[in-house]
């Protein structure tokens, strides 16, 4: 008679999830979104076959983790900052390439509509600091966090003052009222 693994057998039994590797994963994501944001303004299909290419990778990547690899062990991740902080110079350059492909490629801007190189670098100026101020506006109204992760880090932030830093309570003592 054969012996039926349960599934966390089945699961310790698989490769460990390479936690190391997660610099090339997110290497790789990068890359696309440098494709899709540098060459928006030349190819403006570039964006849709990049949220294309990101589908795959996200949907093969979870598949991998759901077959091939054991659960990771969650933990707390310091280096994603530079990740975050990358993809916006990323966007900072896209936002000068695209507007110098617009405005120094497109004939409506040329010399023989009375266009000069100054009055182009101007509207190249403006243009580039009027989606900046888009990319402002738009960053101060949506909130970086969800209100689920706010709330969850101030239980984290609560439970670790109690049991780690053992912060006392400030409530008054039940015991002094009587």
Request: hydrophobic share 45%.
């Given at each position: 008679?054969?012996?039926?693994?349960?599934?966390?057998?089945?699961?310790?039994?698989?490769?460990?999830?390479?936690?190391?590797?997660?610099?090339?994963?997110?290497?790789?994501?990068?890359?696309?979104?440098?494709?899709?944001?540098?060459?928006?303004?030349?190819?403006?299909?570039?964006?849709?076959?990049?949220?294309?290419?990101?589908?795959?990778?996200?949907?093969?990547?979870?598949?991998?983790?759901?077959?091939?690899?054991?659960?990771?062990?969650?933990?707390?991740?310091?280096?994603?900052?530079?990740?975050?902080?990358?993809?916006?110079?990323?966007?900072?350059?896209?936002?000068?390439?695209n507007a110098a492909v617009v405005i120094f490629t497109m004939p409506t801007f040329n010399n023989s509509h009375g266009y000069s190189d100054f009055s182009r670098?101007?509207?190249?100026?403006?243009?580039?600091?009027?989606?900046?101020?888009?990319?402002?506006?738009?960053?101060?109204?949506?909130?970086?966090?969800?209100?689920?992760?706010?709330?969850?880090?101030?239980?984290?932030?609560?439970?670790?003052?109690?049991?780690?830093?053992?912060?006392?309570?400030?409530?008054?003592?039940?015991?002094?009222?009587?």
């Open positions: 008679r054969m012996y039926k693994f349960s599934s966390a057998e089945k699961e310790y039994r698989m490769v460990s999830y390479d936690v190391d590797g997660m610099s090339t994963r997110y290497l790789e994501q990068i890359i696309i979104f440098g494709y899709m944001t540098f060459f928006v303004s030349a190819l403006p299909c570039s964006f849709a076959l990049g949220v294309l290419a990101m589908m795959f990778e996200c949907r093969g990547e979870l598949w991998m983790m759901l077959h091939r690899y054991q659960r990771p062990v969650p933990q707390k991740v310091e280096s994603i900052n530079l990740w975050c902080n990358i993809m916006e110079i990323m966007i900072v350059l896209s936002v000068c390439t670098m101007g509207i190249f100026i403006l243009f580039q600091y009027f989606i900046f101020l888009i990319q402002y506006t738009i960053g101060a109204i949506i909130p970086d966090d969800p209100i689920e992760v706010t709330i969850q880090r101030q239980r984290t932030e609560f439970i670790t003052s109690k049991l780690i830093d053992r912060v006392p309570d400030n409530n008054v003592d039940p015991l002094s009222m009587l």
